[in-house]
Structures are given as C-alpha cells and as structure tokens.
C-alpha cells in the first residue's frame, strides 16, 4: 500500500490516496453538473441514461426502507457512485484505487457510522433513538455500543482487503503472465470493483434502515 505524500496544508499531510479521493468527487460534481443543466420533458439519451440509473438505485433503496427510502436516497446512492469510480479507477494505468487505502476505508465507514445516528436521531428524535440501545434490557447496553463499533471497523476492513488484494493479485499475475491474459484479469477487476461498491453501500443502507426501523417497532411496541 502506497501512502506517498504529495504536499502539506500546516500540519496535515496531504497523501496520494487523499489527493485521488479529490479528485473523484470533483469528478462526480462536474459530471454531476453537465448531465442535469439540460433537463427536458423528452430526455435525450444522457438524459435517459442518468434517470435510468437514478431510478435503479431509488428502486434498489426502497426495497430496503420504504418509508424512508427517499430521505436517505442522496446519501447512498453518492456513497454507491463513489465507490464505482475509486474502486474501478485501478484499471487505469499509474493510478490505484484509493480504496485500497486503510485510511480512506476507515473514512467512509465512519461516514457511514456518524450518518446511521444522524439519520435516526432526525427520524425518531433523541430520546427515542437513544431508547433502543436499552432495549430489551439496559444489560445489553455495552453489548450495543461494541456492536456499532465493530461493524464499523469490520466494514473499513472489509472493502480494503478485498481491494488491496484484488489489485495486488492482478499485479502479480501480469507479472508472471505479461499481458498473455489481459483481459480475464481485467473482466475480473470490474466485476469485483462493482461487487465490493455494491456490498459495502447496501450495509450502509442495511445499517441506516435498521437504525430506522428498530425506532418505528419500539413505537408499536409502545
């Protein structure tokens, strides 16, 4: 894992890993701009294409949290899209995944950590959010709150292993094979970059239902 520093800001140091993270999310922003400035009421085909994904991943959400599905949409369907770009920027040569990262995994997870309290904390209220880590008995307490942090940490883990691993196994085996077999290793990069986006922001919304939901069975119970 490279962790180059490019240049400092006062006492923080400014990695390649950081710098690429940049990078892609004023990437999106830009893209973002360019394919909604036009809307029409007869899209054409970036038109098309943009609802058809925003429309796949509304509907990808709302099997999830239907009630709520549309509040937290913004914020998963960013994460999703995120991560499809860092975790295919890899293929292109001289640049690496900054999902590989450590640093940049354990960024993302405790994004998703402080916006699983947001969103519930704003859906339920304080009080009654808060009242679900004592349910059904305040012994379960600390078993709740180790709960939440290694989710936290199993998901930083999770989506850095498996691409640290899976660049470093297509570095090894271009080595080994040249570019005797290009092509499947590339197949490979994709659609495991897709699988682990795919993974990690369905437990994010997995996480954000649950924190949600557990709310609205307590007020039944109530």
Same mark, same amino acid.
């Given at each position: 894992?490279?962790?180059?520093?490019?240049?400092?800001?006062?006492?923080?140091?400014?990695?390649?890993?950081?710098?690429?993270?940049?990078?892609?999310?004023?990437?999106?922003?830009?893209?973002?701009?360019?394919?909604?400035?036009?809307?029409?009421?007869?899209?054409?085909?970036?038109?098309?294409?943009?609802?058809?994904?925003?429309?796949?991943?509304?509907?990808?959400?709302?099997?999830?949290?239907?009630?709520?599905?549309?509040?937290?949409?913004?914020?998963?369907?960013?994460?999703?899209?995120?991560?499809?770009?860092?975790?295919? +920027?890899?293929?292109?040569? $001289?640049?690496?995944?900054?999902?590989?990262?450590?640093?940049?995994?354990?960024?993302?997870?405790?994004?998703?950590?402080?916006?699983?309290?947001?969103?519930?904390?704003?859906?339920?209220?304080?009080?009654?959010?808060?009242?679900?880590?004592?349910?059904?008995?305040?012994?379960?307490?600390?078993?709740?709150?180790?709960?939440? &942090?290694?989710?936290?940490?199993? +998901?930083?883990?999770?989506?850095?292993?498996?691409?640290?691993?899976?660049?470093?196994?297509?570095?090894?085996?271009?080595?080994?094979?040249?570019?005797?077999?290009?092509?499947?290793?590339?197949?490979?990069?994709?659609?495991?970059?897709?699988?682990?986006?795919?993974?990690? $922001?369905?437990?994010? &919304?997995?996480? +954000?239902?649950?924190?949600?939901?557990?709310?609205?069975?307590?007020?039944?119970?109530?």
């Amino acid at each position: 894992m490279e962790n180059e520093f490019i240049f400092t800001l006062g006492p923080l140091a400014v990695s390649l890993s950081i710098l690429t993270t940049w990078g892609i999310m004023l990437f999106i922003a830009v893209l973002s701009w360019l394919a909604t400035r036009h809307l029409d009421m007869m899209p054409g085909p970036l038109q098309a294409t943009v609802e058809g994904i925003v429309s796949a991943l509304e509907e990808a959400i709302l099997a999830v949290e239907p009630v709520h599905g549309r509040q937290i949409m913004p914020f998963i369907a960013t994460l999703w899209l995120f991560l499809i770009v860092a975790n295919l +920027l890899g293929l292109i040569p $001289g640049l690496h995944s900054p999902t590989r990262d450590l640093s940049i995994t354990s960024a993302l997870a405790v994004l998703v950590f402080f916006s699983v309290h947001w969103f519930g904390i704003k859906t339920q209220g304080l009080k009654k959010y808060l009242h679900h880590y004592l349910m059904p008995s305040p012994i379960l307490l600390p078993f709740h709150i180790i709960s939440e &942090l290694t989710r936290t940490l199993a +998901l930083a883990v999770r989506l850095f292993g498996n691409i640290m691993s899976l660049e470093t196994a297509a570095m090894l085996v271009l080595l080994v094979a040249g570019f005797l077999a290009p092509v499947p290793i590339l197949m490979l990069h994709i659609i495991e970059a897709l699988v682990q986006a795919y993974i990690f $922001g369905m437990l994010a &919304l997995i996480y +954000l239902a649950g924190a949600i939901q557990s709310q609205q069975l307590n007020n039944q119970q109530e």
